[in-house]
């Protein structure tokens, strides 16, 4: 198959057939969710001081499930995992104005979430390796108005929260997890995600398990869990009656999970683990078939971590190819490679950064009197981050598929195939 003429140019493609999409609802949530629908009970929440504050049967069961799982005192369920970030930044009392760091390599809703409370994204560099916030670019960039560092597990692997708890503890700071793609995985002995002073998870529809839509806060502070479940159901309404004095963040929101989705969510949960392993399994077999190709880094773990690969990050080095990332993309595809993306994302290039226009459009939060210093959003700011993104990133959107061995297999004949021939392409 290797020597055989690429598909790009009229050859055989290597896969043939499309890979089975990846679904981790089965049997029990269909059975979960009916029961709830039956009960006639969806919701059982109030927006006030009452019994039914902290919502049904089943929200409280998930939560109560989510800690046991986590090893955390508190898990606050959330409708979305945009909604938990923004739960977490109010949380831990950040003021307009104060500058929370925050990686370019996130989705765009980690360093929203910080805008939202009128507060200021400062983006650090990442490590070539894992993608993650490089401490060493964090400790850089801390001002007299830095209050927070948000970390992102990005990819799957946990960033180096030795380092970043280190530098928190220096200077005073406090530190949001934003596991989204690292539900299951470890870092040192400890579930990712749980080392922060706020951490937690997306159960939106592509993640490793779902609910269609919602996220899990997680942190052993009794004081945040509290600040938490009142932002998260209209917090200005229930303090009064609640007994809250302190009502900085107090600005509610209607954040609030189901009863359906907690009940899927407790189906969910129970296979996570099996769900990680079976992707790890993928993963390391993938490793195993493109291992040796010149020119290609296949993915790093860390010692101590533990991996989930919510997507399969590669890194090309196209000066040693000689071939571009986005040719080389191209005639994996034509082999009948789906789901691979050149380059991931650099938050602080989108439009919003660059023209520091966010609310209404006179460049507030950033010309008011709330910011204290012109942050810069330059292209170049962040080096690493930019050059994988523009020429050497390559990632295999794991997510997408659920992978028999001989789809791997496949996987590693395409690349294979495009590597004996990439003369041909120079």
Not at 202 to 209: D, F, G, R, T
Not at 279 to 305: D, F, N
Request: aromatic content about 8%.
């Amino acid at each position: 198959m290797s020597n055989s003429k690429l598909a790009l140019f009229g050859g055989p493609k290597t896969i043939q057939t499309t890979f089975k999409r990846y679904n981790p609802i089965g049997a029990e949530e269909v059975e979960a969710a009916r029961q709830v629908i039956e009960s006639g009970v969806l919701s059982q929440f109030l927006g006030c001081w009452s019994p039914d504050f902290y919502g049904g049967p089943k929200v409280q069961a998930f939560e109560r499930q989510c800690e046991a799982y986590f090893g955390v005192k508190h898990a606050v369920t959330v409708n979305s995992w945009t909604s938990g970030l923004i739960a977490a930044v109010g949380a831990i009392g950040i003021e307009p104005g104060d500058e929370v760091i925050v990686t370019p390599w996130t989705m765009c809703a980690s360093a929203t979430a910080i805008l939202h409370w009128n507060a200021i994204p400062v983006f650090a560099d990442i490590e070539p390796d894992t993608f993650n916030l490089d401490p060493a670019s964090v400790e850089a960039n801390i001002t007299p108005y830095t209050k927070a560092i948000m970390a992102v597990d990005t990819f799957g692997h946990s960033a180096d929260m030795d380092a970043l708890m280190a530098i928190a503890e220096r200077h005073g700071l406090k530190v949001i997890t934003d596991s989204a793609q690292a539900p299951g995985t470890y870092y040192k002995g400890k579930v990712t995600g749980t080392l922060a002073h706020v951490g937690g998870y997306s159960l939106n529809y592509h993640k490793h398990i779902h609910t269609g839509e919602g996220g899990i806060l997680v942190t052993n502070d009794d004081e945040y869990a509290d600040r938490l479940r009142l932002i998260r159901n209209h917090a200005e309404a229930v303090v009064g009656n609640k007994g809250n004095t302190d009502l900085c963040n107090m600005v509610g929101h209607n954040f609030r999970l189901g009863e359906i989705e907690c009940a899927i969510g407790i189906e969910q949960l129970n296979k996570l683990d099996g769900f990680v392993a079976s992707r790890q399994r993928a993963a390391e077999r993938l490793s195993q078939e493109l291992r040796g190709l010149p020119g290609l880094r296949t993915p790093i773990v860390k010692e101590g971590c533990t991996h989930a690969y919510y997507v399969y990050p590669m890194v090309l080095d196209v000066e040693q190819l000689g071939v571009s990332r986005a040719r080389i993309i191209e005639v994996l595809e034509a082999e009948g490679i789906k789901g691979l993306a050149g380059g991931y994302t650099n938050i602080h290039l989108l439009p919003m950064y660059q023209q520091k226009i966010a609310y209404g459009s006179k460049g507030f939060p950033w010309t008011s009197d709330i910011c204290r210093r012109d942050v810069s959003y330059q292209k170049g700011i962040c080096p690493v981050a930019e050059e994988l993104h523009a020429f050497t990133y390559l990632g295999f959107a794991m997510c997408m598929h659920e992978l028999a061995d001989g789809d791997v297999d496949l996987i590693g004949q395409a690349f294979r195939k495009v590597w004996d021939q990439m003369g041909s392409l120079k």
